[in-house]
């Protein structure tokens, strides 16, 4: 009934294995592929046609993380995988970056990819399994995908680069002294395509050997993939590459002058109302039967690109006069926002975000449900990209995976500098709002997130700046890399390499390639410039703010006190009445953890130290020979019990209340009185004795050490 084709290597560690024929046979393409015991099935189908009119390649990817891989039931009402999360939409991006560059150019047939986690064992991370069964999966498809492509994860420990460390390391890689990266990178037999990075300030020689490291160990699975497309592949698609060299010509000669104006002019609105103006004027001279070519869009492209990228690879200034070297100009202001906790605007040419930071509590940290269990997040970034930042009208909606990524990549670039979570038992969020963008918005995040979050008092480990590199590279071999690249640039040239980090090394490291890959010759430049640019935006910055602020007057202040394990039930109470009434009480917000750690938090000093010494009367355990200011709380015929520490209540013997006989307490003591004692120990029961009459009442002082201080 099956015709299955299964291979298998020696991985790592592990035994990575590649199967097809059982499962999903009416896709194109289905690949069930397994390294240890999680697997992933990656399912490819395409259309056998374009669309009408379609002048784009529609290629969408989808990965997703069943909850029973891992023998959970999903966290909410529903119980069921609903919206995508951060990791499935951040591995959905991983799949495709390095993917889309690899179809045959001029294929617009619609294709969908779809990488489903069957089984998760919690040390192979399922997102390289889906990279990899993806690859296999649109080999054998038939699609004209050049590939394939392999990946590996990366990291860095004790000096060493590691193959796919176990997902625990990288889970907790904030709080492992030890694991110094965390670096995915995929790419073809040749060369590298794509890499995503989280570091702890690794040096440029450090994140390039990772790469290498990774380009080369990746080899296995790709001789694999094509191993296995050898025994199952089925024929390919019957595609020829369009031959559009008539129509750019006619392209060409209608309209290149007036491009060639647009692109010299210096501002970008006015350059892009220019191009339209030359796209519309080029297609006014074509035929009908030219306009209804769907590769038309593609020769205008091709004219803009053939200007923009022959200037530059000629040794001609870039479309705004810059040399390849130089960065904008930078504005960095703070403190522009009144009431926030810490704000900065940070402009880079034309490229600006307003940046936002807030402070909060424990009860703020974010809750990830995710298939390696449940975890806690205290630092959030949230980026957002506004239709009129590049003078649009558009829809406004929920966040794209546009937004999500460059949040995410501007999150591993700052989360490498910030304080323990002991040291600031804050949890921070930061938002980018991007207002004005051509080009590396993500960057501008990250710088304008770094003056933000020292705005706010935040005492990270070093200030943070970012920068976006390009490429041209021709076929000819000649090559031009660019620091601090334009929106046309990214969209003309062949590469977004963005690389942030502090004066010390990088903290994150984002690679795009639009061509079938680049040498380590070309990214050793591009490390080196982007080392340049970046020293450079943090001198600028350090004019604005080089070290943390005080705390805004309207940020919470939190202390933190730590307790016993065994001491934690008391603090809470029975059903959370203790815990109520320290809140009700002091007007604090109180946080417990499970390994005993509180956070008192309230704008309000009085609140927090009335909290603190709720807590600690009940937590701390009185010392003998101590003298406590007690309350009387009933008086017998042989003493008075007295509550001197917390809750706690001891004896005062009538023996021990005053330096002669009394007959009964009630002599010299009232219920409700306030009184000083001393703990003289405890008595074969466990019961507190105390003692007054060597206690003066009024100071607080024993008797004797009154009498020394009168001698003294």
Not at 138 to 167: D, E
Not at 398 to 421: D, T, Y
Not at 550 to 560: D, H, Q, V
Not at 657 to 671: D, F, M, Q, S, V
Request: proline share 4%; aromatic share 6%.
């Amino acid at each position: 009934m099956f015709n299955v084709t299964r291979k298998s290597i020696q991985w790592g560690k592990d035994t990575l294995t590649l199967e097809s024929g059982k499962i999903a046979r009416q896709a194109d393409g289905s690949v069930v592929a397994t390294l240890g015991e999680t697997q992933v099935m990656a399912n490819v189908t395409f259309a056998k046609s374009a669309k009408a009119g379609q002048d784009f390649f529609p290629l969408t990817v989808h990965y997703q993380e069943k909850y029973y891989a891992a023998g959970k039931i999903p966290g909410g009402f529903f119980k069921r995988e609903a919206r995508p999360s951060e990791k499935e939409t951040l591995v959905s991006r991983l799949i495709d970056r390095p993917c889309r560059p690899l179809f045959v150019e001029g294929f617009k047939n619609e294709v969908l990819v779809m990488a489903t986690v069957l089984s998760c064992d919690l040390v192979n991370d399922p997102d390289i399994v889906a990279m990899i069964a993806a690859s296999a999966a649109l080999t054998i498809s038939g699609v004209p995908f050049m590939g394939p492509i392999g990946a590996a994860r990366v990291g860095f420990s004790k000096g060493a680069y590691v193959l796919n460390p176990p997902m625990d390391d990288m889970t907790h890689l904030r709080g492992n002294p030890e694991q110094r990266l965390d670096l995915v990178v995929a790419g073809t037999k040749d060369a590298v395509m794509m890499v995503e990075s989280e570091a702890y300030e690794l040096s440029e020689d450090e994140m390039l050997g990772a790469v290498k490291f990774g380009h080369a160990q990746m080899q296995p699975a790709i001789d694999l993939i094509i191993a296995f497309a050898e025994a199952c592949a089925k024929e390919p698609f019957d595609f020829a590459p369009p031959d559009i060299s008539a129509l750019y010509a006619k392209v060409k000669a209608a309209g290149e002058a007036q491009m060639r104006a647009a692109f010299a002019i210096r501002d970008k609105q006015e350059r892009t109302n220019a191009i339209d103006a030359a796209s519309a004027a080029i297609k006014a001279a074509l035929t009908a039967e030219d306009l209804a070519d769907i590769n038309l869009g593609s020769a205008i492209k091709k004219l803009e690109s053939s200007i923009l990228r022959g200037d530059i690879i000629s040794g001609g200034a870039r479309i705004d006069g810059r040399d390849n070297k130089t960065v904008r100009p930078i504005t960095a202001e703070t403190g522009i926002l009144p009431r926030t906790h810490g704000s900065a605007l940070f402009t880079r040419g034309e490229t600006q975000g307003l940046v936002v930071t807030t402070l909060g509590t424990g009860e703020d940290e974010q809750i990830i449900d995710a298939l390696n269990g449940n975890s806690r997040s205290n630092f959030l970034l949230h980026y957002n990209f506004p239709p009129y930042s590049v003078g649009e009208v558009g829809r406004v909606g929920s966040p794209g995976r546009r937004e999500i990524g460059h949040g995410k990549l501007a999150w591993r670039a700052l989360q490498a500098v910030l304080p323990a979570p002991t040291d600031f038992p804050y949890t921070i969020r930061v938002v980018s709002e991007i207002t004005e963008s051509n080009g590396s918005s993500s960057m501008a995040s990250v710088c304008g997130g770094s003056l933000s979050m020292m705005d706010a008092g935040v005492p990270l480990k070093a200030p943070v700046a970012g920068v976006a590199m390009g490429l041209i590279l021709e076929e000819d071999g000649r090559w031009a890399v660019l620091t601090d690249i334009l929106g046309d640039e990214d969209h003309l040239g062949d590469m977004d390499f963005k690389v942030a980090g502090t004066a010390n090394g990088i903290t994150t490291m984002q690679m795009d390639i639009k061509v079938a890959g680049i040498t380590p010759e070309i990214m050793a430049q591009a490390l080196a410039q982007a080392k340049d640019g970046r020293l450079h935006i943090l001198g600028e910055m350090n004019k604005s703010i080089s070290a943390p602020q005080a705390f805004s007057e309207y940020a919470p202040k939190i202390e933190t006190l730590t307790i016993p394990t065994d001491k934690i039930r008391e603090v809470i109470g029975s059903g959370g009445k203790v815990i109520r009434e320290i809140v009700e009480v002091s007007g604090a917000k109180v946080d417990i953890n499970d390994d005993g750690v509180i956070k008192i938090a309230s704008n309000d000093q009085k609140a927090i130290k009335k909290a603190y010494d709720m807590i600690w009367s009940i937590v701390a355990e009185p010392e003998e020979g101590h003298v406590y200011t007690g309350k009387v709380v009933k008086l017998v015929d042989f003493g008075a019990f007295v509550n001197f520490f917390g809750k706690r209540d001891g004896l005062v013997h009538v023996s021990q209340i005053a330096n002669k006989r009394l007959n009964h307490p009630n002599e010299a003591l009232k219920e409700g009185q306030e009184v000083k004692v001393k703990l003289l120990g405890f008595d074969d029961r466990g019961k507190v004795r105390l003692g007054m009459k060597m206690v003066d009442q009024e100071t607080g002082l024993e008797i004797a050490e009154k009498k020394e201080e009168a001698e003294a």
